[in-house]
């Protein structure tokens, strides 16, 4: 067991041996945040048809993720100047493992994010960063509109 509050963390790419962790760190942040958003049934069809698997076989090759002592506890996935999911283990938060896999996504060019308009602490934290609102969107979960704030980093 790590200790969340003593630990060496490291930031690197994703790698397809990262597989496992990546999606039991991304199914249970997604249940976290959007499993009370969305009927039951959604979440149920979100599981049942592997979503998170999807979306790794897609995206893993544009994820970095922080890894202490070989397991994986956050992960951010950038495809150009995108940021599309910033993800930390619960038990790691508050220990700006989040603020770092940010800071190095908007290093390498990452300056436009998407958050739901819902996630009131996902948006507190990304203005502590330093990021604003500047737009507003959709997102759909299969068949679900939920609103997203477009987020920018001067």
Known sequence: MIDPLNFDCIFRPAAASDYEDLHRLLSSCWMETYGRQVSRKIARRFIDEDCVGDHLRQFLNSMQVADIDGQVVGVINQTDDCITA??????????????SLLHNAYMAGGSLLSVGAFNASAISFYEHCGWRKFGMSFEDFFGIKLAAFLMMRD
């Open 86 to 99: 910033l993800n930390v283990a619960k038990e790691f938060r508050r220990n700006r493992i989040g603020f």
